[in-house]
């Protein structure tokens, strides 16, 4: 009898420091994983139709967050730094109001003097070229175009002002339909979270839409 219960308390040790090694275990790869989402790689949905018609209410993005540098997992820090953001990137940035998750175009830079008037935007003295495209427009910044709309009209207009260090503005290519820079502000540098790779799904559907 003395040896059974000896067996038994042996057996039911050993159950807990499996349990725990398990649980521990899983704790790790849990941790892990969120730290990767955090510093190195990340998905997001688009919540609104601020960056339409580029995006769409609901698309699943890819997003890097590797892109402008390492940043220590769960934080704004930065370990390392890479060049960027540039103009014409969309990125996830963290309200500077209120933290909201938000999608975004970077069109300004430090250092530039930016203005808008009905939705066009003024880069260092030069209206930024806009032109017809199939259902609207398009928008050229450094070279690169992307679709712009102005069917809701042009929103708020701002600046002229120069942007500071590490200050960015941030604008929604739904230019009549998005809370953005214009009514925020600036955007530092360390919240802006990592550049939007591209689509991966739309309407339920995969695909791959790079941006």
């Given amino acids: 009898m003395t040896v059974m219960l000896g067996i038994s308390v ?11 090694r398990e649980t521990l275990t899983l704790a790790g790869l849990v941790l892990v ?16 139709s601020s960056m339409w018609p580029t995006l ?33 990137d969309v990125v996830v940035l963290d309200s500077p109001v209120d933290g909201t998750r938000l999608v975004k175009r970077v069109v300004a830079i430090p250092g530039d ?3 808008v008037r009905a939705g066009r935007l003024w880069l260092n003295w030069q209206e930024t070229e806009t032109r017809l495209a199939p259902g609207g427009f398009e928008e050229v910044l450094d070279g690169r ?15 002229p002002r120069t942007l500071g260090a590490d200050r960015y503005l941030v604008l929604g290519d739904n230019r009549g339909n998005s809370a953005d820079g214009r009514t925020f502000g600036d955007v530092p540098r360390e919240r802006i979270l990592g550049r939007v790779l591209g689509v991966f799904l739309r309407q339920g559907n995969f695909t791959w839409i790079p941006l």
């Fill in 10 to 20: 042996r057996s039911a040790s050993q159950r807990r420091k499996k349990l725990l």
């Fill in 113 to 115: 003097r930016v203005e």
């Fill in 56 to 88: 769409e209410i609901g698309d699943h993005i890819l997003v890097d967050k590797r892109a402008y540098g390492l940043r220590l997992p769960f934080s704004h820090w930065y370990l390392t730094q890479a060049s960027g953001p540039a103009r014409g």
């Fill in 145 to 159: 175009a992307h679709r712009l709309s102005l069917e809701a009209g042009g929103g708020p207009d701002c600046g």
């Fill in 33 to 48: 994983l969120l730290s990767a989402r955090s510093s190195l790689a990340d998905h997001n949905v688009v919540p609104s």
